[in-house]
């Protein structure tokens, strides 16, 4: 559900990258942090894509999360059009099974930064994590939680290994 005064924008290429864009969603939810969505395509779209790229910052938009499959240009077209930082999920598909997402987001060249997250389901996750983390930079409340969750991935890492070690 987008949220008002958004900090997060996510956009992806099309409405079928939606079901692991949600997982971005939901990470951003666990944190409290407000966001808004929108499908936009960079070659389908190129002008709406360029204009919320423009605009975002002015909006109050403070990080921008880019999905795109194929040959994945959304992030990059995002970049070149805002001084926001953008953080790409190359999804999975198609012939070269997101191999040609990943390079495409990841393979900028130099002066134009895409921070490039995991192909797959740990890509939308890890790239809420690291938008909360960048906010976090800016606000102590943020960066807390953000040690929190440090926390629980230890406590869980923790769990398993007496797990391992109980006698059967
Ligand atoms: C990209 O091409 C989208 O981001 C999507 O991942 C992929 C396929 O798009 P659809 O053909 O499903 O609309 O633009």
Same mark, same amino acid.
């Given at each position: 559900?987008?949220?008002?005064?958004?900090?997060?924008?996510?956009?992806?290429?099309?409405?079928?990258?939606?079901?692991?864009?949600?997982?971005?969603?939901?990470?951003?939810?666990?944190?409290?942090?407000?966001?808004?969505?929108?499908?936009?395509?960079?070659?389908?779209?190129?002008?709406?894509?360029?204009?919320?790229?423009?605009?975002?910052?002015?909006?109050?938009?403070?990080?921008? /999360?880019?999905? +795109? *499959? &194929? $040959?994945?240009?959304?992030?990059?077209? %995002?970049? @070149?059009?805002?001084?926001? =930082?953008?953080?790409? /999920?190359?999804? +999975? *598909? &198609? $012939?070269?099974?997101?191999?040609?997402? %990943?390079? @495409?987001?990841?393979?900028? =060249?130099?002066?134009?930064?895409?921070?490039?997250?995991?192909?797959?389901?740990?890509?939308?996750?890890?790239? @809420?994590?690291?938008?909360?983390?960048?906010?976090?930079?800016?606000?102590?409340?943020?960066?807390?939680?953000?040690?929190?969750?440090?926390?629980?991935?230890?406590?869980?890492?923790?769990?398993?290994?007496?797990?391992?070690?109980?006698?059967?």
């Amino acid at each position: 559900m987008d949220s008002q005064n958004p900090r997060v924008g996510i956009v992806m290429g099309s409405d079928s990258d939606w079901p692991l864009v949600k997982k971005a969603c939901d990470t951003l939810d666990s944190f409290g942090v407000p966001y808004e969505t929108r499908v936009i395509s960079a070659h389908r779209t190129p002008d709406v894509a360029l204009d919320y790229a423009k605009t975002a910052e002015g909006r109050g938009i403070q990080v921008i /999360i880019a999905a +795109a *499959g &194929g $040959a994945a240009h959304l992030g990059g077209v %995002l970049a @070149a059009g805002t001084v926001l =930082p953008v953080i790409g /999920i190359p999804v +999975a *598909g &198609g $012939a070269l099974n997101g191999l040609d997402a %990943l390079y @495409a987001t990841v393979q900028m =060249p130099s002066g134009v930064p895409v921070a490039t997250v995991a192909c797959g389901s740990a890509g939308p996750v890890n790239a @809420a994590l690291l938008a909360v983390q960048i906010l976090g930079t800016a606000d102590a409340g943020l960066r807390e939680k953000f040690r929190a969750h440090k926390e629980t991935l230890r406590a869980k890492v923790t769990k398993a290994n007496e797990r391992i070690h109980q006698p059967e």
